[in-house]
Nanobody, 112 residues
Framework: QVQVVESGGGLVPAGGSLRLSCSASGRAFSMYNMAWYRQAPGKQREFVATITWNKRQTLYADSVKGRFTISRDNATDTVYLQMNNLKPEDTAIYYC?????WGQGTQVTVSS
C-alpha cells in the first residue's frame, strides 16, 4: 500500500522559515519526479515546485522563486521544501505529489 506523508508545517511570522518533508513508502519512487502543491482557503490547488528523479532539474512557481528550494533524497524516497522569507500569502495546505499519489497535506500559516 502506497503512503505519502507530509510533515513540517506550522505557524510562523512573516519573514520566517519552515522545512517541509514528504516521505513515500509502499513502492520505489526514486525514478519519478516529485512535486509540491498548495491550496489556500477558497482557492484552487496550485503548483509550487517540482524536482526530476535525477535531481538535475527543478522548477518553481513564480510566486516562490528565490525563496523556496526543493530537494530530494532518493535513498529514502523523501522530498523536501525549504521555505524562507515566508509571506502571509504563502498560508495554505501544502501537498506532496508523486505520480498519481497525494499526501494528506500539512498546514502552513504565516502571520503578518
Amino acid at each position: 500500500q502506497v503512503q505519502v506523508v507530509e510533515s513540517g508545517g506550522g505557524l510562523v511570522p512573516a519573514g520566517g522559515s519552515l522545512r517541509l518533508s514528504c516521505s513515500a513508502s509502499g513502492r520505489a519512487f526514486s525514478m519519478y519526479n516529485m512535486a509540491w502543491y498548495r491550496q489556500a482557503p477558497g482557492k484552487q490547488r496550485e503548483f509550487v515546485a517540482t524536482i526530476t528523479w535525477n535531481k538535475r532539474q527543478t522548477l518553481y512557481a513564480d510566486s516562490v522563486k528565490g525563496r523556496f528550494t526543493i530537494s530530494r533524497d532518493n535513498a529514502t524516497d523523501t522530498v523536501y521544501l525549504q521555505m524562507n522569507n515566508l509571506k502571509p500569502e504563502d498560508t495554505a495546505i501544502y501537498y506532496c505529489n508523486i505520480q498519481q499519489y497525494w499526501g494528506q497535506g500539512t498546514q502552513v500559516t504565516v502571520s503578518s
